[in-house]
């Protein structure tokens, strides 16, 4: 492949300020998701349903969470960036911060201004640090790694969902219209937002 068909990335200091933006917009989506209380994405109905369950914060266990996913890289032979270990440790904080000072509304169009929020927050979000091309997030990475094993991206992502959004929804995680709503309206608007978070030559 020639130099000139590669994608332009961008300089290192405006690559490094992509992905944390990208990383604290994505935490901050979370929050209002989880305080919308229309439901979570499949990820986070399981990290809540641990936070039920244990008394540890949302943000914690997407700490957690990610820090296992990365063991299951290593057979998987997936190489974490500085973007990986980033994912892990400030979407987490960003979580916990946004469910702590954001407040808790009680009118339904308040709720539905949050969850509407938190999607459109993602999608720029995942734009900006996929953007940025510092490395994959755990969860993004073990879809990755399995899809090299032969499985699809579209089943490998949707068979870990299933899983986590079903044992998330055991554990008392909140599932709802909001969890549909992030399923459906996700992959395109992190279409639409990709190549606007695209730096130019």
Partial sequence: MSELSLPYLGSIPNRLLRLYAGLVLYGTGIGLQVESRLGND???????????????????????V?????VFWIPLR??????TIS?????GLFADLTIWLAPTPEALAVR???????????GVA????????????PRDGLMTGLARLGLSIRTARTLIELVVLATGWLLGGTVGLGTIVFAVAIGPLTQFFMPLMRPRR
């Fill in 112 to 122: 539905w201004v949050y969850l509407l929020a938190a999607v459109v927050f993602v």
């Fill in 42 to 64: 499949p990820w986070d109905v399981f990290h809540q349903g641990l936070s039920i369950r244990t008394g540890w914060s949302i943000g914690t266990w997407i700490i957690l």
């Fill in 78 to 83: 997936q190489r974490p960036g500085i973007g």
């Fill in 126 to 137: 995942t734009g900006l640090y996929i953007g940025a091309g510092m490395g994959p997030g």
């Fill in 66 to 70: 990610g820090a296992i996913v990365m």
């Fill in 87 to 91: 994912n892990i440790v400030f979407v």
